[in-house]
């Protein structure tokens, strides 16, 4: 029943910065776990970074620590990804993605993904 959709993807030049949204809808307590993963072409889906709605604890892949930023609004339902000084290696389709927990979406465990919105980095 839980529904992601995603919004904010686009082309940007390298060091810029994009937002990208995720609406979600008909989470439950046992969806806790929250995040996004991406896609580069050629490349198997990866982790990028997730939080617990229940406790806010993150998670981020080492490749975008002190670049990207994972936050929600709450009253929104909305999760966002901040990605700031973009790279070239950035660029890829970016899922938004939903499982039990954090710790599990984060080993790839997901039970439910967005539709995917691509970024695209230029250099």
């Known amino acids: 029943q839980v529904q992601l959709v995603e919004s904010g993807g686009g082309l940007v030049q390298a060091g810029g910065s994009l937002r990208l949204s995720c609406a979600t809808s008909?989470?439950?307590?046992?969806?806790?776990?929250m995040g996004w993963f991406r896609q580069a072409p050629g490349k198997e889906r990866e982790f990028v970074a997730a939080?617990?709605?229940?406790?806010?604890?993150?998670s981020y892949a080492d490749s975008v620590v002190g670049r990207f930023t994972i936050s929600r609004d709450n009253a929104k339902n909305t999760v966002y990804l901040q990605m700031n000084s973009l790279k070239a290696e950035d660029t890829a389709v970016y899922y938004c993605?939903?499982?039990?927990?954090?710790?599990?979406?984060?080993?790839?465990?997901?039970?439910?993904w967005g539709q995917g919105s691509q970024v695209t980095v230029s250099s």
């Open positions: 993605a939903a499982g039990r927990t954090r710790a599990v979406v984060v080993g790839g465990t997901v039970d439910y």
């Open positions: 008909g989470r439950t307590f046992s969806t806790d776990g």
């Open positions: 939080f617990s709605w229940s406790v806010g604890s993150t």
